[in-house]
């Protein structure tokens, strides 16, 4: 079975910190994964994909995220956090037929 | 542009009334999704819609109603009979099978007063 586990409901780092949100899948057949943004009251917006070529994926708002096989992870990462980073952030897996599978989410905090 | 479209933003309903809440993209996309988000939850699938004329259930699609008439459009209708309504609904589309990302609408916010 296909599923996506997001370590950690809640991640807060200070301004100008590393920021790490963890994401582990599983699945039977090469993935395809991606990263999902959210802020209050909006829909999710695409941060990056990976689709099988580069298995480090540059996104959007200087994020980027490591696909390790042998580690079944694709976590998400930034060199340094600003204010506006502070938001709900959603890794995904294209699941069988038409579904793509969503893990819980982690609340990004950003403390001054 | 294109994108998707949801509408109306906020919605309110009364106890024991249907309301339908409008999906329509003009990404030529063929599969068709709504979600349901719970605040501080995650996204549950309640219907979704491979091409025209057809649909699947989801995981709650219990109390609700869609269509797909058109291609571009994929409204979903919450009825009475869905006890607990009040949510963050989002649409979704997708290419065919080709496609791999899925891309959301800004939501709409459904209360029942």
């Known amino acids: 079975a296909q599923s996506v586990t997001q370590l950690g409901s809640h991640v807060s780092v200070s301004e100008g910190a590393l920021v790490l949100l963890r994401c582990n899948y599983s699945s039977s057949v090469p993935p395809y994964l991606f990263w999902y943004v959210q802020y209050p009251n909006q829909g999710l917006q695409l941060l990056l994909k990976?689709?099988?070529?580069?298995?480090l994926v540059k996104g959007i708002n200087g994020f980027e995220a490591e696909f390790k096989k042998s580690e079944t992870s694709f976590h998400l990462t930034k060199p340094s956090a600003h204010m506006s980073d502070a938001a709900e952030y959603f890794c995904?897996?294209?699941?069988?037929?038409?579904?793509?599978?969503f893990g819980a989410g982690t609340r990004l905090f950003v403390k001054a | 542009d294109g994108g998707i479209t949801q509408s109306p933003k906020y919605l309110f309903r009364k106890e024991g009334q249907n309301v339908t809440l409008s999906c329509e993209q003009n990404l030529n996309h063929d599969a068709m999704y709504w979600y349901r988000q719970d605040p501080g939850q995650g996204l549950r699938l309640i219907y979704y819609?491979?091409?025209?004329?057809?649909?699947q259930k989801g995981d709650i699609a219990e109390g609700y109603s869609v269509s797909r008439e058109k291609k571009e459009s994929f409204p979903l209708t919450v009825t009475s009979a869905q006890k607990n309504p009040t949510a963050f609904y989002l649409c979704?589309?997708?290419?065919?099978?080709?496609?791999?990302?899925?891309?959301f609408g800004e939501g709409s916010w459904l209360t029942v007063v």
């Open positions: 995904a897996l294209r699941g069988g037929g038409f579904k793509t599978i």
């Open positions: 979704a589309s997708r290419e065919g099978h080709s496609g791999n990302t899925i891309y």
């Open positions: 990976y689709t099988s070529a580069a298995t």
């Open positions: 819609s491979q091409i025209v004329n057809d649909f």
